[in-house]
């Protein structure tokens, strides 16, 4: 894993309801840091807010991984955001170009989600986290038409098999996690917004306090600094939905 030593200890299941469900309970049995679960098949692929997410086992790879920091953040919302750098930087080691992030939790290619990203704090530990991560290798066959969703195939002249772009992966998380657990987010948010689709442009935030303005960037907690009418506002990574105008 290139200049980090990490320990996965990696699990594959043929079908769960969510990845991230049966980690936390593992996690709560004391899984150690590094535990992975792939799930072929999720019958019951959980985003934010409830909303679900959508894969198809030959088209997706899906799995969540529990990891255990040595301090407790003061920003645990812009880990969503390192998690967005780690897997660029695991999906450019393949020679993958032209993806972008969106704030909080998105891969995108253009405007078309390529993977989502969803972190959860272990109940009453707030130094462990399950991170799942949905990335679609191709659009999901079965994914509703109205859904703005891209590939990895997109962006690669050839696809490598899900073994190869998950060893990616983990090489990145495992480094961008390391930086991020000793040194914060600070150390990652250039590199963050030198890839951040929407930088300098308008959106319309929503799901929280509504707001509209231009992205001049992230914070080293991650909020989201938008220019509006009003003034400078910070948008802390909650449950907010961005979208271009
Ligand atoms: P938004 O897209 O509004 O910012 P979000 O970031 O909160 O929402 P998530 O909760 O991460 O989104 O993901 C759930 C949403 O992603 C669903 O509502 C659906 O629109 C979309 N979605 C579900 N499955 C896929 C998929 N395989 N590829 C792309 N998009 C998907």
Redo the contacts with the bound molecule.
Sequence with gaps: LGTTACRYDIDAVAECDSSNSRLLERAAAGAPSGTVLVAERQTA?????G?????APAD?LTFSLLWRFPHQSDAPAALSLAVGLALVRGLEALGARGIGL?W???LLIGD???????VELQAGELRSAVIGI?L?LR??NG?SED????GLDQALAALPTREVVLAALLAALAQTLDAYGSSGFASLRNEWQARHAWQGLPVRVS?GEAAEGLCLGVGDDGALNLDTPQGLRRILAG?V???AV
């Design positions: 692929g959980r985003g934010r807010r909303r679900s997410w959508i894969s997706s969106k909080p939790n998105d078309s989600k390529l993977a989502g990203i969803l949905g679609n659009r999901p994914l859904v703005a969703a891209a799901g449950d939905s961005l979208r």
